[in-house]
């Protein structure tokens, strides 16, 4: 029986993991899925290291010895956090060399509590990619009014990119044009812009979550049962004018490469927060992934 994750890499999806914790490396359990399952890359963010810290025994040892060289608790989160990801992101290098540089990618987030501060964002980017020293590491920014600019100034600076919290689609258009106007600039100061890569993170499941709530709560109150086949269908819904949206943006960037330098198109990735659900493309329509169905694997992700 062939393997769905495997053939998901044949119909143009990337999977990236949806988890990080010190435990998938030190027990070889990411290599194992890098391996078995034809993982491209996995993501992280403050929430999943907190619940990784808090609910194992793996990091107490370096807990200590920080904590014994009077490191703040702010100081002991960003080394543990930075040791997993480098480690993570050193596994996936191999992944990363073979794909040419398109896959293998470790994400890591800016802290949460610069969502509204642009120049602490650039900053801290620039401080994260910096310190992992990888060049398949991504740094994740916010897709907020005060994260936009921080994006073009970071795809600017050389650094990639995965640009988080996205629901809509004018926001999508934006987040793609602070990503060609960032390699625009780079070009134009001749500096190498062939090896830098950003993706999009739309969110799918959480618009789910909110919609069908109000879906529920109007059956009941209603008894309208014509309004159950829409339960489940709304992020997608939602979703699917992205893939004209990266079309015109595409044909865009196209016209302005021709003008300068090719730059590397920008890759959109359908994002699911369900530990036992991910969209995906249908592995029917290898040439579009605007179809889509729903896989039962634990918290992935697909990269178009």
Do not use: H
Not at 80 to 98: E, T
Not at 275 to 284: G, K, L, N, V, Y
């Amino acid at each position: 029986m062939s393997n769905p994750l495997v053939e998901l890499a044949k119909a143009g999806q990337s999977v990236w993991y949806d988890q990080m914790e010190r435990k998938l490396l030190t027990t070889g359990r990411l290599k194992q899925m890098i391996d078995e399952d034809d993982l491209r890359g996995l993501t992280s963010n403050p929430t999943l290291f907190e619940k990784a810290i808090a609910g194992s025994d793996d990091y107490d040892q370096q807990l200590r010895q920080l904590a014994a060289a009077d490191k703040n608790a702010v100081e002991i989160f960003d080394e543990l956090a930075l040791d997993d990801i480098g480690n993570a992101a050193d596994v996936f290098r191999p992944v990363y060399d073979r794909c040419g540089g398109n896959d293998g990618f470790v994400s890591i987030e800016v802290s949460p509590l610069l969502a509204r501060d642009t120049a602490g964002t650039i900053a801290e980017a620039k401080r994260l990619f910096g310190r992992l020293g990888r060049p398949n590491v991504m740094v994740k920014i916010p897709a907020t009014s005060e994260g936009l600019p921080a994006i073009e100034e970071s795809i600017a600076n050389g650094i990639n990119i995965n640009i988080t919290l996205i629901f809509s689609n004018d926001v999508y258009a934006q987040v793609m044009e602070a990503y060609v106007r960032g390699l625009e600039r780079r070009a134009a100061a001749g500096q190498p812009i062939d090896r830098i890569r950003s993706v999009a993170s739309f969110f799918v499941s959480r618009i789910d979550t909110k919609a069908d709530g109000a879906i529920e709560a109007r059956i009941k109150e209603s008894g309208d049962s014509e309004l159950e086949p829409l339960l489940g269908k709304i992020a997608i819904a939602n979703a699917k004018p992205g893939r004209r949206t990266r079309n015109t943006a595409t044909s865009s960037t196209s016209s302005r490469s021709s003008r300068r330098r090719p730059l590397t198109p920008f890759r959109r990735r359908r994002t699911t927060r369900s530990r036992i659900t991910a969209t995906c493309a249908s592995p029917s329509r290898k040439t579009s992934p605007a179809r889509t169905r729903r896989c039962r694997n634990s918290r992935i992700r697909a990269s178009a």
